[in-house]
């Protein structure tokens, strides 16, 4: 008899995971429990609607419902999952009872975390999430004259971003000293926090949010520094696992607040496996299990485990985490560590930062491109970059993390080849440029 998979959870995660267990075992029964009345959409695309930079929703859509169903990917839309025993190899759905199945893939996604403040059910906050929400909030925001966005999460950054381009008087609320402060170091934010306010934002750091006030629907964010009248609040604090479920059937939770799962993404109880925002997975360089990664992490670590739920093989590695995005003018990235948090983190390191060009500097087009590398004192493995320009951050993000995945030295960024060619390379990279001034600055 096929064997049946359950995966409860229609995002990246789930549907990497559903995928995956029907290429490894053609013959399952895989069925997908969400929430939410699609999948098969991308959520990364909506602040770029928002924004105007992207026409439409309908783009945002990956695959049709009959698509999946083409591919044996039996989808219960809009059909809550209320619990799952791992003893007794159930699930229980609303509406359809007790659901047995033979493997189990846990992909419950993320939560944004609770503001914590009065106010919080006022009409008028929302949440960047279900797309169906963001078509209705998209309608919504041709009315807003002033928005407050809470905190300075990527999310954050690319809202206030897409509300600039909107016309939309955009104020930005966070507890640190500049945006993003845990990913990021002032030099390399600055350009952005510029480009912000020439399009108008007013940005608020060093500023706590006190409560949502209005009656009934939102009139202004309350914080440390005082009343901000607005239409709208953006909620993008911190993303939390999305553990309910698997906490009440017993799972291990981490350190981190995710489930553990061990490299086949195979979490502590029997038969169940777990994948994307809800889990956490160790760091390449500190061996520190972190949560709430990106979309493509989800999407892999999901193809991971409905690999291995199906019955074949396959391995997740530990992160180094490249990250990239667009905010106000500027191209942001890096991998891994920011001098700030490495020095919060009490982790040891030295520091080379340069200047280069995007292309050659007499290509029209030509950008400034700012690298800081950061490295193990003594080894000089790199364990961390930063970087901020108009062009090329996103393909300098992933092969820095693969440098910092394989152990490469600062040596060997000093010395890397590199692609020169006019109109996309010049003649010396950036990145060659950071890890020499470090190596300058050590004497070297
Ligand atoms: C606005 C936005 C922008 C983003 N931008 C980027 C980006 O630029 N780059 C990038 O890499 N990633 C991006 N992401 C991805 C994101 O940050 C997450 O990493 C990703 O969505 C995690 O996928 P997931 O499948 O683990 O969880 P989720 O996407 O949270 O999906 C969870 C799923 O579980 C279902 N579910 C939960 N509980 C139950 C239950 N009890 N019963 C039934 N179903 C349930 C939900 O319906 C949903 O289908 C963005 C996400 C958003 C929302």
Not at 23 to 35: F, N
Not at 40 to 51: E, F, K, M, N
Not at 61 to 87: C, K, M, N, P
Not at 323 to 340: L, Q
Request: proline share 5%.
């Amino acid at each position: 008899m096929a064997q049946r998979i359950v995966v409860v959870g229609g995002g990246a995660a789930g549907m990497g995971a559903a995928g995956a267990a029907r290429g490894a075992d053609p013959s399952a029964d895989v069925r997908v429990y969400t929430e939410f009345e699609d999948v098969g959409y991308s959520p990364c695309g909506i602040p770029y609607v928002h924004g105007k930079e992207i026409p439409d929703f309908e783009r945002l859509f990956l695959a049709t419902r009959e698509a999946y169903a083409g591919q044996g990917i039996d989808i219960h839309y809009e059909t809550r999952v209320t619990g799952f025993s791992a003893e007794h190899k159930t699930v229980s759905v609303h509406g359809e009872g007790e659901i047995g199945y033979d493997r189990l893939i846990v992909a419950t996604g993320f939560n944004y975390a609770s503001p914590g403040v009065p106010g919080a059910d006022l009409d008028g906050l929302y949440y960047v999430k279900n797309i169906r929400r963001a078509i209705e909030w998209d309608k919504v925001l041709d009315g807003v004259r002033a928005a407050v966005v809470v905190e300075a999460s990527p999310l954050g950054l690319e809202m206030v971003t897409a509300l600039c381009h909107r016309g939309i008087e955009t104020h930005l609320i966070d507890p640190g000293a500049w945006a993003l402060s845990v990913a990021t170091d002032p030099d390399i934010i600055a350009p952005v926090q510029e480009s912000w306010q020439e399009k108008g934002a007013k940005l608020h750091f060093n500023t706590t949010l006190k409560g949502f006030v209005g009656e009934g629907s939102l009139r202004a964010v309350a914080t440390s520094a005082g009343e901000i009248a607005c239409d709208l609040a953006v909620v993008c604090t911190k993303k939390e696992a999305n553990t309910s479920l698997a906490r009440a059937a017993g799972l291990r939770i981490g350190s981190a607040g995710g489930l553990i799962v061990d490299e086949r993404m195979h979490t502590s109880a029997p038969g169940v496996w777990a994948a994307g925002d809800c889990i956490e997975v160790p760091h390449s360089v500190t061996d520190i299990p972190i949560q709430g990664l990106s979309g493509s992490h989800a999407y892999s670590q999901g193809k991971v485990a409905g690999t291995n739920a199906a019955g074949g093989d396959r391995r997740y590695q530990p992160v180094s985490v490249p990250w990239g995005m667009v905010a106000g003018d500027w191209m942001i990235g890096g991998v891994s560590f920011s001098e700030t948090l490495a020095t919060a983190l009490g982790i040891p390191h030295v520091v080379g930062v340069a200047e280069g060009i995007s292309r050659a500097r007499y290509y029209p087009g030509v950008e400034k491109v700012r690298v800081k590398l950061l490295a193990e004192p003594g080894s000089l493995r790199l364990i961390g970059a930063q970087m901020v320009g108009r062009e090329g951050i996103k393909e300098r993000a992933d092969f820095l993390a693969m440098a910092v995945r394989t152990g490469i030295t600062i040596n060997d960024l000093a010395t890397m080849e590199n692609v020169y060619s006019p109109p996309i390379g010049a003649l010396n990279e950036p990145i060659a440029l950071a890890a020499q001034s470090l190596l300058a600055g050590l004497g070297s």
